[in-house]
């Protein structure tokens, strides 16, 4: 058994970190995420709540049986308003009761429980969208620690191997101890940058397993992702298609309509309503003073006269809730154009960073080619060189960082417009 677990941890091994792309990490996090998980429980959970409702329409039927013992020939005394005759006997029989008018208060509330639910519905989607927004932040976050890493292992490579070449030249007494200490000083500092990438590239993975619903820190290997094109359409034309599209607002607005049917079926509370009862039934053994079946029944017209003004009060109340609702929902209007137009200025910002980062690398790579001849020529000092590496190298983390920055706001920018669900 411990060979077999020894073999398949070397299996393990030899595969490496499992290959993930942006869409599957998506559809990873959509299916496991207990976030949206617990977001479609509570929309299941408020469609029943309408099937709870609609139930005050449909007949309630209920069966009783009964036995009783008594004094044969006596009466209730003291406690009861109606005294009737007391038998020994054993009866079975059912009794059904149904609502025939309320002046539609039963499908108002029925009506607010099913835009409640497909608010709940929206809420889903809104979840869902932000889970989404989440795991491309980490994936980003990802390839960009990566990016680092990579980078900071090509310099580490680049400076000790520039400091092998000056302990050479030193033991020649061609150049001094002190471009030593600087060459080894150099490739310390590169050192602790591959290091802090290093960190910085695992720290990605726990965001990135988070993100995908999962508590187990899990190492994969990113694929890259196309560049996005450049920016088009107008501002305007966005925020229009954000309004349509944001689930979000879609929710708040059906929590609108909910709150306006509650306050419809608490306006037709003071309403009458009219409703039928019925029962029937038979009895058991025989009894010479009992029939031996019975049955009746009833209509009874409910007229609400006076209560306190308790009706009135939740009225009230539920029309400014309702009101309440509505200038949520216009809250919530004015902060997708707001965050919608910085999300776009972010855009475009990042974009054109991409074109000052490349210029900014290619600077730094003709300096560093440069100062390393130069250097190698014994015009310039390792201070020159060294200060040609760190600029090169900056440059490549800010160019990473400008691309990755560039995905990540085209991101946010369609999360914004509503276009991630």
């Known amino acids: 058994m411990k060979r077999l677990a020894l073999l398949m941890a070397a299996s393990a091994f030899a595969q490496g970190p499992a290959k993930l792309t942006l869409a599957e990490a998506e559809d990873i996090a959509a299916r496991n995420h207990p976030r949206i998980a617990a977001a479609r429980a509570n929309a299941e959970a408020s469609r029943e709540t309408e099937k709870q409702l609609k139930t005050g329409l449909m007949p309630l039927v209920s069966a009783n049986f009964t036995g009783s013992i008594a004094e044969h020939g006596t009466r ?68 960009l620690a990566r990016a680092q890493v990579r980078i900071a292992e090509e310099t580490v490579e680049s400076r000790r191997s520039v400091a092998k070449q000056v302990r050479a030249l030193v033991a020649s007494n061609l150049r001094s101890t002190l471009d030593q200490s600087f060459a080894e000083l150099s490739a310390a500092e590169a050192e602790l940058a591959l290091d802090r990438a290093s960190n910085e590239q695992r720290s990605a993975m726990v965001h990135l397993a988070a993100a995908l619903g999962s508590s187990q820190e899990t190492a994969y290997q990113l694929q890259e992702e196309a560049m996005p094109g450049p920016l088009e359409g107008e501002l305007d034309a966005a925020v229009a298609e954000a309004m349509r599209a944001r689930p979000e607002l879609a929710s708040l607005r059906l929590q609108a309509e909910a709150a306006r049917r509650f306050a419809a079926s608490e306006r037709r509370q003071a309403l009458p309503s009219l409703g039928l009862t019925a029962l029937g039934g038979q009895f058991g053994p025989r009894d010479s003073r009992l029939h031996p079946s019975y049955g009746s029944f009833g209509l009874n017209l409910n007229i609400p006269l006076f209560n306190g003004n308790l009706f009135g009060s939740r009225r009230r109340e539920a029309e400014l809730r309702a009101e309440a609702a509505q200038q949520e929902a216009r809250d919530f209007e004015i902060r997708i154009a707001r965050d919608l137009r910085s999300a776009w200025i972010d855009a475009v910002t990042a974009q054109q960073r991409l074109t000052v980062t490349a210029r900014l690398l290619e600077h730094a790579a003709r300096t560093l080619k440069l100062a390393q001849t130069r250097y190698d020529l014994g015009l310039a000092a390792i201070v020159e060189l060294n200060q040609a590496q760190l600029s090169r190298m900056s440059a490549e983390f800010t160019d990473a960082a400008a691309r990755y920055d560039y995905m990540l706001k085209r991101s946010v920018l369609d999360y914004h417009a509503g276009r991630i669900r």
Not at 111 to 132: D, I, K, L, W
Request: net charge positive.
């Open 76 to 143: 209730l005394g003291a406690g009861q308003l109606n005294p009737s005759s007391l038998f020994s006997r054993s009866a079975a029989g059912l009794n059904i009761t149904q609502t025939l008018f309320d002046f539609g208060r039963v499908n108002a509330l029925a009506g607010a429980a099913r835009s409640r639910a497909s608010a709940q519905a929206e809420t889903v989607n809104a979840v869902r969208a932000e889970t989404v927004l989440r795991v491309r932040e980490a994936f980003f976050r990802g390839l």
